[in-house]
């Protein structure tokens, strides 16, 4: 009916309408937008947007991965040793209790071992996209959104190694041999971080050399960003690990402040658009249907392990029990690992029991739908969301720093 051209225009323009509709007459965040009307033209709706048509957009869901998540880790806010070494063993424990919850309700539903430990690792990590999209929506500025944005880039690494080791596992070893997978896990692990440095190094150096030109900087980090997604690509690695890496090094090394203050995110908002209306369009209305009862309990499972591990650290984290109520909310977005699954669903339901595949693809619309708002909900608990207006909803803002 369309060609690819007509297709993306088509996508850029209905998210962008869908977006302000969801943001000035409902109070949504715009991300909910995008994934409503991704699902009404893909298989949940007119089907005008196939998997083929996902496919054919990876390139464009990559850079935006890359782009959104060097903004999250030059977003985590610098802060003294002690609290640093604090909010490290949060995370930690965010992803520990929480893994550890979901891979508990799965193993009792009957799952293997080792699948159980690949969908229980999915579910680690906070969205980037939607945490720093919304953010971006609602003007979050303050120290408990700089402790959101912490304890994503953590659990975000966290979810890499994890998925990382229980994909080899689970996909491309058996027996015998799962000791080889998890060194080959291993080294991509540590490749991830080599390449994460090296951008970080490019930056910095050519940032010295180049001075403080916005415009110049700005073609700096943008390259670097595109040439680590691409060599990630060609190392067969995850973007999620090398980018956010790139980003947070790149701040807490650079103490001259020869890196101009550009707001990156901003670049990422025609991707991000395309993003969340592919992955409306990969979903389907009809698996949530069915698995919703199991969707709802993996994401009170997995609610359930965040909130009790923040609050278990409120006191070392500066907060009270509401706060601690606030943070779990903010944490609920499904992470973007689970998000590049998305395009390529057919290995995944061939890999996986199709029941538990099911179950995660309806978690992760589930999550998708609930995850922005749950987000907005958090920053305006908080009382951090500076530009959320319900009458207006008034611009999409400056990327938060």
């Known amino acids: 009916m369309f060609n690819s051209i007509q297709l993306f225009g088509l996508v850029l323009l209905g998210g962008l309408a869908a977006g302000e509709v969801s943001r000035r007459f409902f109070a949504l965040p715009r991300t909910t937008g995008y994934v409503v009307f991704g699902l009404f033209l893909g298989q949940s709706g007119l089907q005008w947007i196939s998997l083929e048509h996902i496919e054919s957009a990876e390139l464009f869901i990559d ?39 979901v891979f508990v309700v799965l ?22 996209a939607i945490t720093i999209a919304t953010t971006s929506d609602v003007g979050a500025r303050g120290d408990k959104t700089g402790l ?13 190694v994890a998925v990382a080791w229980s994909n080899s596992v689970l996909f491309d070893y058996h027996g015998a041999q799962n000791l080889s997978a998890a060194t080959v896990a291993s080294q991509k692990v540590f490749v991830s971080m ?23 900087q700005h073609l700096l980090i943008l390259g670097t960003i ?41 670049d990422a908002r025609i991707f991000l658009v395309i993003t969340f209306v592919l992955a409306g369009a990969a979903l389907d209305v009809a698996v949530l249907a069915k698995y919703w009862p199991q969707a709802l309990t993996l994401a009170l499972a997995r609610f359930a392990g965040q909130f ?13 029990a509401g706060d601690s109520v606030n943070l779990a909310i903010g944490l609920q977005p499904m992470s973007s690992v689970a998000l590049v699954l998305l395009f ?17 693809l309806a978690t992760i619309l589930l999550m998708q739908l609930l995850g922005p708002f749950a987000t907005q909900v958090s920053i305006k608990g908080f009382g951090e969301a500076t530009r959320l207006n319900k009458a207006t909803g008034t611009g999409d803002g400056a990327a938060v720093r």
Not at 308 to 320: E, F, I, K, Q, T
Not at 344 to 358: C, F, M, R, W, Y
């Open 63 to 101: 850079l935006a991965l890359g782009l959104i998540l060097f903004e999250l880790g030059y977003s985590v806010p610098p802060v003294s040793a002690a609290e640093r070494k604090s909010r490290l063993w949060a995370g930690l424990s965010v992803s520990l209790v929480t893994g550890g919850a």
């Open 107 to 128: 193993l009792a539903w009957g799952f293997s071992l080792y699948s159980a430990l690949f969908a229980a690792s999915l579910c680690l990590a906070t969205s980037p």
């Open 148 to 160: 959101l944005f912490t304890l994503v880039a953590v659990t975000g690494c966290v979810a890499f």
């Open 194 to 216: 080599l390449l994460g440095v090296a951008c970080a190094g490019l930056v910095l150096v050519g940032a010295e050399r180049l001075g403080k030109h916005p415009e110049h």
């Open 226 to 266: 595109v040439l680590g997604v691409g060599t990630s690509i060609a190392l067969e690695i995850s973007a999620l690990l090398p980018m956010l890496i790139f980003g947070y090094i790149t701040r807490v090394l650079d103490r001259e402040k020869h890196v101009a203050a550009i707001r990156i995110a901003s």
């Open 308 to 320: 009790v591990a923040v609050y278990l650290h409120r006191h070392r984290l500066g907060l009270s």
């Open 344 to 360: 390529d669903i057919q290995e995944l339901n061939s890999s996986l029991d199709p029941a538990l595949a099911g179950t995660l």
